[in-house]
């Protein structure tokens, strides 16, 4: 079985640019999560989509978005690039039932982004 | 609200030794715990969950972690440390589905192996 994969492996952008990143979810999982992990700053939560709708974000400013397609796949929009934004961005899936337990996150490989 | 504090940001063993990686949690709700171990450039593999079943819970490489309610504690062990254990491990405390539906990470205990 496939496991989460992301895309671009690297993506190398100057300031003010903007960053489009992919990440194509386990066969069968609704719920994308996105998180950033910047050196020194730990894994900080950023995004949750499931069944296309965004469920909730983290401490981020609106320049940074995204969305979920009907194949569940996702894409994560970073807007007006600044030096800090440069990080690992990690997406994760899990299938997610409402009214269950916590689902499990499964991780891709990352999406390792400088900013220039 | 629910946080988690990893104990040690640097662990070091030698190889053969035991591990201990330490992590408390706080959480307002029955909670989800995993922990989750990530080498060099790469993405995070999990290496082990508990859901509320046994408090005494194995995952993969020889890992285990208990569930210690009284003591808010989830602490992760390996009878032998190989050279492959060095990482760095991330304990992590989750909301149920039903609430924000997001994770919480502690900041990462990075675990060296001496030969």
């Known amino acids: 079985e496939a496991g989460v994969t992301q895309s671009p492996t690297h993506l190398i952008k100057t300031r003010g640019q903007q960053a489009t990143l992919r990440c194509s979810p386990i066969?069968?999982?609704?719920?994308v999560y996105w998180y950033q992990q910047a050196l020194g700053l730990g894994l900080q939560f950023l995004l949750w989509?499931?069944?296309?709708?965004?469920?909730n974000r983290g401490n981020f400013p609106p320049r940074f978005s995204g969305r979920q397609f009907p194949n569940y796949s996702s894409e994560l929009n970073v807007n007006a690039l600044e030096l800090e934004d440069s990080a690992l961005y990690l997406c994760?899936?899990?299938?997610?039932?409402?009214?269950?337990?916590?689902?499990?996150?499964?991780f891709g490989p990352g999406t390792r982004l400088t900013v220039l | 609200a629910q946080s988690v504090t990893q104990l040690d940001s640097h662990v070091s063993v030698s190889e053969g030794t035991p591990v201990l990686l330490r992590c408390n949690y706080s959480?307002?709700?029955?909670?989800?715990l995993f922990w989750y171990v990530q080498h060099p450039n790469k993405g995070l593999q999990l290496l082990l969950k508990?859901?509320?079943?046994?408090?005494l819970v194995k995952g993969i490489n020889g890992f285990e972690a208990e569930f210690k309610k009284s003591e808010t504690s989830f602490h992760l062990t390996k009878p032998s440390a190989h050279m492959s254990d060095a990482a760095e491990y991330f304990c992590?405390?989750?909301?149920?589905?039903?609430?924000?539906?997001?994770?919480?990470f502690g900041d990462g205990t990075t675990l060296t192996v001496k030969p």
């Open positions: 066969s069968g999982h609704t719920s």
């Open positions: 959480s307002s709700y029955s909670p989800s």
């Open positions: 992590v405390v989750s909301e149920p589905a039903t609430g924000a539906g997001k994770s919480t």
């Open positions: 994760a899936s899990s299938f997610h039932l409402r009214g269950a337990s916590t689902d499990t996150q499964y």
């Open positions: 989509y499931d069944e296309g709708e965004e469920r």
């Open positions: 508990y859901t509320s079943a046994a408090t």
